[in-house]
Every structure is written in C-alpha cells, then in structure tokens.
C-alpha cells in the first residue's frame, strides 16, 4: 500500500451494514490520546487499522480478524512489542464495541469499561441505518492482554 492514501474505515451515517465486513466501536477513555489498532500478515505488514479516540462511538467498518496494538505513548513516555500489548477480534455482521478503554504505561496496563448504554445512545443516533438491529448486533468484548486489569 505504499503510495497510496489509506481509506478511511469510518462508517458513514448513510452507509447500509453489510455482513461481510466487521464493524468496531469504542472510546479512548481519557479527555486527549487514542489508541491504533492494526491488522498484519503473515510478513508483518499492515493491512488495515483503526484509531479509536475520544470523540464519541465512531463505528468503523474493517475486514474481520484479529487486531492489535503494538505500540502505547503516554506523557512522552512509550512502550512497545513485536507481538502485541493487546488485541480483540472482530466477526463478520457483528459490532464490536471494545468499551471505553485507558492504556497507562508506566507500568503497562489496559482497563476496558463496559459503558454499552452510551455506546448504542450515540451509535443510534449517529448511525440511523444500524438502529434498529443494534441489541442484536452490539458485542461487548473488552481487549485481551497479558496486562489486562480489568474494570
């Protein structure tokens, strides 16, 4: 993908959901910072990632799979691994809300909150085309890591 301009994989409002793809939501849950999350091959390279911020339940449209991030930056400090700090798997038709997540780093940790009811308020009102299937399609699943503290 050298030379090209990435496509951004946030859903549009008008967009129709379609069951091939897997769709992500989440906040980083801090008043500034993100969190990039990414899709590799076989040969570590990326294919896909996602920014989830701190504006919102943006709902972003990927391929489905595993994703992961590899680097964290807190305060001018960072941490990073080859084989990721953490990851979350998508599936195809479904909504993967990764709740409202904190990375710190010093030392390492990562807390995802279940904050769902604020996710489907803003997700509905933001996203009309998914309202009416949300309970169904919304997934709470918190990142996975070696780090994970929880709540």
């Known amino acids: 993908m050298a030379g090209c301009a990435a496509k951004d994989p946030e859903l549009a409002p008008t967009d129709i959901p379609d069951s091939k793809y897997a769709y992500v939501t989440g906040r980083y849950d801090f008043f ?3 969190s990039t999350w ?3 091959g ?3 390279e990326v294919l896909e990632k996602v920014e989830i911020g701190n504006k919102g339940y943006k709902v972003y449209r990927l391929t489905p799979g595993r994703y992961t991030i ?3 930056c807190e305060a001018g400090k960072s941490v990073e691994s080859d084989t ?3 990851w979350f798997d998508t599936a195809p038709g479904k909504v993967t809300y ?3 997540i904190r990375l710190t780093i010093d030392p390492f940790a990562l807390s995802a909150k ?3 009811r604020a996710a489907k308020e803003y997700i509905k009102a933001s996203y009309p085309n998914l309202e009416n299937d949300l ?3 919304l997934v709470f699943s918190p990142p996975k890591s070696a780090y994970f503290q929880g709540k």
Do not use: K
């Open 32 to 34: 500034t910072g993100s």
């Open 38 to 40: 990414e899709r590799r």
């Open 42 to 44: 076989s040969e570590g």
């Open 70 to 72: 590899y680097q964290a």
């Open 84 to 86: 990721g700090l953490a």
């Open 98 to 100: 990764i709740g409202d």
């Open 114 to 116: 279940d904050n769902s």
């Open 135 to 137: 309970d169904e399609l």
